[in-house]
């Protein structure tokens, strides 16, 4: 499991206006990295573009290739798929093989064959946060994970990304709870506020050059 992360001078925008610049970090395996800053800093537009969902401005993004498993704020569920049909799915997409342990792990045994649009949110969140688990992937991105989570829930996931990490793998994450995690680092993005001026904004404003791969 190659899980080498390296980012350099990185440049992103959002909806065509510069949000960062100068973001340079590595990612070791067995190491996490907890993004900080307020509201609107940024979080989420790095993750969307390490996780290759919009070019950056600017800068280099080094990691070996199919490293990285993403959760963003959506879980990404097959609503009329059951939850183990749901999981049987992400195991044929990335190739990986069984599932019992993940369900285990996420606390869903009992849910195995209940519809995932009939969960609740949390339940929904542990079985999106489920797919890293089976995706097999190094370097998991994680936008919010605990959103919904009650704190059983909180200490499962916990435990998941230490035994990920423990395994060689990595984690970058947005959150604003403290997770516990020995391994992690924080990164506050505050100080690479891009500046107003700088080239390759879009005069426009906002919304005329809409760059999303989503919205
Ligand atoms: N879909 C969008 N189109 C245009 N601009 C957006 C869009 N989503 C976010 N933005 C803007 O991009 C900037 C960065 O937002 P981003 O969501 O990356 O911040 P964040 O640090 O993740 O915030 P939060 O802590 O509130 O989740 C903000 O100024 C935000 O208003």
Not at 95 to 118: C, D, I, K, W
Request: hydrophobic fraction near 45%; aromatic fraction near 6%; avoid cysteine.
């Amino acid at each position: 499991m190659n899980a080498h992360l390296t980012v350099t001078d990185l440049a992103i925008r959002r909806g065509g206006i510069p949000v960062l610049e100068g973001v340079s970090f590595t990612l070791q395996p067995g190491r996490a990295l907890v993004l900080r800053g307020p509201n609107g800093v940024g979080k989420t537009t790095l993750l969307r573009t390490l996780a290759g969902l919009q070019p950056p401005l600017a800068g280099t993004i080094s990691m070996p290739p199919d490293a990285i498993a993403y959760s963003g704020h959506a879980d990404g569920l097959k609503a009329t798929l059951s939850v183990t049909e749901n999981l049987s799915f992400w195991a044929a997409i990335y190739g990986t093989g069984g599932f019992a342990p993940v369900l285990e792990a996420m606390n869903l045994e009992a849910l195995q064959g209940r519809l995932a649009g009939s969960l609740s949110a949390g339940q929904k969140r542990r079985l999106g946060l489920a797919r890293l688990l089976v995706s097999g992937r190094p370097i998991w991105m994680l936008d919010e994970p605990t959103v919904s989570l009650d704190a059983a829930s909180v200490a499962l996931f916990a435990q998941a990304v230490r035994a990920h990490l423990a395994g060689g793998g990595a984690a970058l994450m947005a959150t604003h709870i403290d997770l516990g995690i020995a391994e992690a680092e924080v990164l506050d993005l505050a100080p690479f506020k891009a500046r107003p001026s700088t080239a390759g904004g879009n005069a426009g404003g906002r919304g005329r050059e809409f760059d999303e791969a989503f919205a």
